[in-house]
């Protein structure tokens, strides 16, 4: 959960740096400060351009097919930001599988709420995978036109208030961070400037957020435990490329992540466009009506019949495990009591060896040197072949061990 949300806030904080100067650089973060100190509406969409199967996956079947569906992915809607009213709202459509997946945010100062709208895609795109969501008519109207408000203590493991200062203290670090950069990495052509993104500059980002977390109390709670296994395990290569038009404020972000062979995956490299479209329609952003915001506790509810089955199952199949390693465990100590008594019996009883089998014993015992046995060891021996011999076979042991 807290790789997603550095993530999100380094992604976040590069759209909205500000910085100061003239030429493409300056023109850059014209482009980005005025998104956030204005009103703006913009159309986007994310498509995968390309993506490309190792050697070795190359001529898999079942490799390719699954290229194509990711291929198929496309998300288009529209972002809307009001300045004054410090809300925004994010609205979009998701096509993968041959579903059509709603997905919309809205914010208003610390406050989030999710679209439940959703619900239904994923049910129907999880039946495809044969996992039991709930289906029936009755559960997923219930989430239709639902929010999840996202801000309350019971949903999101996070201190509201922490991580919005967080956020701007770190969209300062950004900032600044962008401002040192060469201005020969800011380049023009036309209308167009081009800023290349890299690893390296996506590692420095998420150690500034790290070093950032830790050195606040109230931010131990984004601080990264794991942090340099995350960052050992980044592809191998990151390369964002962002392409402005300063005319018509168009930006165009291509996103190419290349990975190591040793990550024994079947995708070599996959490369993401994004694309931020200005647009006139800019309208009031409303937030849900209080009938139309639900809590966890409510959602619960709603899938409680569904829940209780699944816990039921689960319950059973441990529950089944349990009675199956104690009867096991019963059938063993049976077992090995049975077998300790026949053992016993045969023991007690006018068990004999088989010469043939005593002469061959005798054998090996000739080789043996016993010289180094004290007279303890040796009885100690005894006793164990006792059980097992005739009385003149023990008496031949017996001298074995007496003579050597």
Do not use: W
């Amino acid at each position: 959960m807290k790789k997603i949300k550095l993530a999100l806030l380094i992604i976040l904080s590069v759209i909205i740096l500000a910085g100061c100067g003239k030429s493409a650089k300056e023109e850059f973060f014209d482009y980005t400060k005025k998104n956030v100190t204005e009103n703006s509406s913009n159309d986007i969409s994310m498509t995968i351009k390309d993506i490309k199967l190792t050697a070795d996956m190359k001529d898999s079947p079942e490799a390719n097919v699954m290229i194509t569906q990711l291929k198929d992915i496309k998300v288009t809607g529209s972002m809307q930001h009001d300045v004054s009213e410090k809300a925004t709202n994010t609205k979009l459509n998701i096509e993968a599988l041959g579903q059509k997946i709603p997905l919309e945010f809205i914010s208003k100062n610390d406050d989030m709420y999710f679209s439940l709208d959703i619900f239904r895609g994923i049910s129907k795109i999880a039946s495809q995978f044969n996992s039991e969501l709930p289906s029936d008519e009755k559960t997923l109207s219930a989430f239709d036109g639902k929010y999840l408000k996202l801000s309350d203590a019971d949903t999101l493991e996070i201190d509201s208030k922490s991580a919005t200062n967080l956020t701007k203290e770190f969209q300062k670090e950004v900032s600044n961070y962008f401002t040192s950069l060469d201005e020969e990495r800011f380049t023009k052509e036309n209308d167009v400037v081009t800023f290349k993104l890299t690893k390296k500059d996506v590692v420095v980002l998420a150690e500034k957020f790290n070093t950032l977390s830790k050195s606040k109390k109230e931010y131990k709670e984004f601080v990264i435990p794991d942090f340099d296994e995350m960052i050992k395990n980044l592809p191998k290569a990151l390369d964002a490329k962002f392409n402005l038009n300063t005319k018509t404020n168009d930006l165009a972000v291509a996103l190419t992540s290349t990975f190591d062979k040793k990550d024994e995956g079947f995708i070599d490299s996959i490369e993401v466009l994004y694309n931020y479209k200005p647009n006139d329609k800019q309208v009031a952003i409303k937030l849900p009506a209080k009938k139309e915001i639900v809590n966890v506790k409510e959602i619960e509810a709603i899938l409680a019949p569904y829940l209780s089955d699944e816990l039921d199952e689960e319950l059973d199949e441990e529950l089944d495990e349990e009675l199956d390693e104690e009867l096991d465990e019963e059938l063993d100590e049976e077992l090995d009591e049975e077998l300790d008594e026949e053992l016993d019996e045969e023991l007690d009883g006018d068990f004999n060896m088989a010469d043939d089998e005593f002469k061959e014993l005798v054998k090996e015992l000739e080789k043996e040197d016993f010289s180094s046995f004290s007279a303890a060891e040796s009885d100690e021996l005894l006793e164990e072949y006792e059980p097992l011999l005739t009385e003149k076979q023990y008496k031949t042991i017996e001298k074995i061990f007496k003579n050597k």
